[in-house]
């Protein structure tokens, strides 16, 4: 399994940007599809966006589209989110997830995971 590790989370205004990133070690990132998920208290975790291995496909929730942006770049082992104009109700914390599909949609279908960042949009 690839390992992974999240950064670039934070506090910001509603209407803000974030980036997230997700670091991977092992050679092997580049076959792995890539997906965020978010989890905010007492919630469970919820599916946000995915990527393939090349990045030729992408897939995200409906709350999100045209605000987020999931990319990749192979050459440096690390998956992005973009965040746009984000909403109080994007605060969770967010996790990076690796898979061999990127059409999971529940977290049971990724098998490695980063230990999460925190994002908090203030209303």
């Known amino acids: 399994q690839v390992q992974l590790a999240e950064s670039g989370g934070g506090l910001v205004q509603a209407g803000g940007s974030l980036r997230l990133s997700c670091a991977a070690s092992g050679r092997t990132f580049s076959s792995y599809a890539m997906a965020w998920f978010r989890q905010a208290p007492g919630r469970e975790r919820y599916f946000v966006a995915a990527?393939?291995?090349?990045?030729?496909?992408?897939y995200y929730t409906n709350s999100v589209k045209g605000r987020f942006t999931i990319s990749r770049d192979n050459a440096k082992n690390t998956v992005y989110l973009q965040m746009n104009s984000l909403k109080p109700e994007d605060t969770a914390v967010y996790y990076c997830a690796g898979g061999s599909s990127p059409y999971g949609r529940m977290w049971g279908d990724f098998g490695s995971w980063g230990q999460g960042t925190q994002v908090t949009v203030s209303s």
């Open positions: 990527i393939n291995f090349s990045g030729g496909y992408t």
